[in-house]
């Protein structure tokens, strides 16, 4: 699938950034790559949705980060219990999850 | 920086997807981000494009692929040497380099 509607990335990074504590991976992101996944499939949004694992946005402190293209969502501090709103509100219903913002 | 003008991303993944030969790793995908980083830099770019690593986009034959977003633009096959083309055409002009085009 090229060009899809929505394409979810999630940053599965295990760099250290700078000063900063913790990072993505430490903080549970590869379990949301799974779950965004498991959603899209129950869904039926295969067709429509790509979800693909990152390096390092550089900005750690608000991780775990998951940018959502074309639109440019950054969420932050995301949760393996804010997947399903993600999809459901912003994938599913076109509604951005204005608590996740960054 | 969050929501850049442009996002760059390259897939960095050493996955073998199926039965697909190479994958973006082995073809230099790695040094397509450095190059992309310095180009960025030479030109003054880094406060409106950001480059960003990924894991697999599941046409590894079509390696390296390189995505930009906000307009979900897939490149194929991208070498060092077209990075100053993207960055030129592309990423100043606002004009997609067709001859990558996937």
Known sequence: MVNPKYH????????????QKGFCHSKGSVDLVQRFMEEIDDKDLSGEVMVTN????????????????PEG???????????ET????HLVGGEKVKELLI
Do not use: A
């Open 8 to 19: 979810v990335f999630v940053c599965t990074s295990c760099r250290i950034n700078g000063t």
């Open 54 to 69: 990152t390096g390092c946005f550089g900005i750690c402190d608000k991780g775990p980060v998951v940018v959502i293209y």
């Open 73 to 83: 969502t950054w969420y932050g501090n995301v949760t393996e219990d804010d997947v």
């Open 86 to 89: 993600i999809v459901e509100s």
